[in-house]
């Protein structure tokens, strides 16, 4: 008897995942995460930074578009990007989307531009750490991660900082643990 539904080939060529985070010790593991997904759906890495500016513009003083003082910013960020990119390649330097991965930093408010990236660069997923905050703390912080889940046009996959993603001495080929504490995962 069938059923009617055909099983999704999740490889598809020329995959991109985007990585969107700050440039923290967590999302080191972020980032390693989205590397194992990349390579696990045979896809690309974008990692991306938002180099967050507040709607007005009052996070910095700004004389005009091109202001010494945001470009300044941006180039700082750019440079650490580098470094933390560089020292996540040296953790697993196997990892064939994490070697060939491309960093980008952009300015602007976090949660628009991750999803104005995600389109420009037509990937197939969006990947981003979550704090694990719940319920009124969600509600009173405002989640990068809610609004972009809310917004974006391509699936959303958040990785709680902090969250072992594949347990210890499973073997590869098994699924990643995407949300929620670690999963066990047969034999």
Known sequence: MSTGFEPVNCKR????LLVAIELSRASQEIVLGAAELAEELSASLLILHVVHER?????????GAGSSLSTRLEDIAAAMLSVFVDE????????????NARAEVVPGLPGNRICEVAERENVSMIVLGSNGHRGIARLLAGSTAEQVRRTATVPVTTINAGTQLRPSGA?????????????SFPA
């Open 171 to 183: 073997p590869a080929g098994r699924p990643l643990a995407d949300h929620g504490p670690p999963r």
């Open 88 to 99: 996540v390649r040296g953790r697993k330097p196997d990892l064939k989307p994490l070697r």
């Open 13 to 16: 060529p020329n995959q991109t």
């Open 55 to 63: 709607a007005n513009g009052a996070c910095y003083p700004r004389t």
